[in-house]
């Protein structure tokens, strides 16, 4: 899956007119590598020319402080005597992974959140090198799919019919490679927690506490967006959910502040029901009989 993952990131790179322009090439494609550069002196380099250059490395590894699946570090290294500006390439680095979400195949899909950008530089005998690393946070966007009745696909299929021209993940086919725009949101739906309410004889009430990731770059089209689902919860107070059982809006919160990649706008708690299909049976303890 890294190996995937490593080509669709390169893909993006590359795929930026704009930063390909500015970079050296190797081979005859854009200097872009990972996880190491060839040498300076290896053939290949054409014109003789080895900056600037992008090299990145990727860590899947899960960082519960940061809320992240892992880092990715992006590397730009250019010498002092070149007519480039790192502050130019920068952000078109950062334009490359922005609202994009990246699904390997087989695999789960991938968004980056920028972390920082630090800058550096590497005094060797004849030239110096100066460079930036941009770091990047890693967060997945796995299958929210439990079981019938799923409080996420109910909610997912109602966003999708208030808003049909949004991509849902985990409810429409996704492309290798997804950007979120201002025409074509990207919705994903989160189940945070499940809580077991009250009990009846043949129900056991569920409290489903689902949160609602609303991805695009402008961001008055995600206040509209998270304004119009919340406005419809209020008004419907109920989800209805693929077996036809109601899902009731017990708790609704949004904040249209909040970090809609990692947190998302919308907060809500549904309630459902699973049925115990069969009457739940009392234990007789003590048994009453009769004087005679």
């Known amino acids: 899956m890294q190996l995937i993952l490593e080509e669709l990131i390169y893909k993006r790179f590359c795929g930026s007119g704009q930063l390909v322009k500015s970079l050296a090439s190797f081979g005859g494609k854009p200097a872009v590598f990972s996880p190491e550069p060839p040498d300076d002196n290896q053939e290949g380099w054409d014109g003789n020319v080895q900056y600037p250059k ?4 990727f860590d899947l590894q899960a960082n519960e ?3 992240s699946a892992g880092t990715l570090s992006v590397s730009l290294l250019c010498r002092n005597t070149m007519d480039v500006f790192l502050e130019k390439m920068e952000p078109l680095v950062r334009e ?6 990246l699904k390997p195949e087989n695999g789960i899909p991938y968004c980056f959140a920028w972390a ?3 800058a550096f530089t590497i005094d060797e005998k004849e030239n110096l090198t100066i460079g930036s690393e941009v770091r990047f ?5 796995p299958s929210q799919e439990t079981t019938d009745p799923d409080p996420v696909l109910a909610a997912c299929k109602y966003i ?3 808003y049909p021209d949004c991509l849902v993940m985990g409810y429409d086919q996704m492309d290798e490679i997804t950007e979120a725009s201002a025409s ?3 919705v994903y739906c989160r189940l945070v927690s499940v809580e077991k ?11 489903g506490k689902i949160a609602v990731h609303i991805l695009c770059p402008d961001s008055s089209i995600r206040l509209k967006i998270a304004a119009g689902i919340t406005n419809r919860l209020s008004l419907d107070g109920e989800i209805i959910m693929l077996d036809h059982s109601p899902m009731g809006v017990k708790r609704l919160q949004t904040n249209y502040k909040s970090d809609y990649l990692k947190e998302g706008q919308i907060i809500f708690t549904g309630n459902f029901g699973l049925l115990r299909y069969k009457a739940k049976g009392h234990t007789l303890r003590h048994t009453p009989y009769a004087k005679y």
């Open 54 to 57: 992008v090299i990145y490395n």
């Open 65 to 67: 402080e940061r809320h």
């Open 96 to 101: 490359c992974l922005r609202d994009v979400i």
């Open 116 to 118: 920082r950008t630090d």
């Open 137 to 141: 946070d890693i967060l997945e966007y």
């Open 160 to 162: 999708k019919e208030i």
């Open 184 to 186: 074509r949101p990207v």
């Open 197 to 207: 309410g009250r009990e009846t004889n043949t129900v056991a009430w569920m409290d």
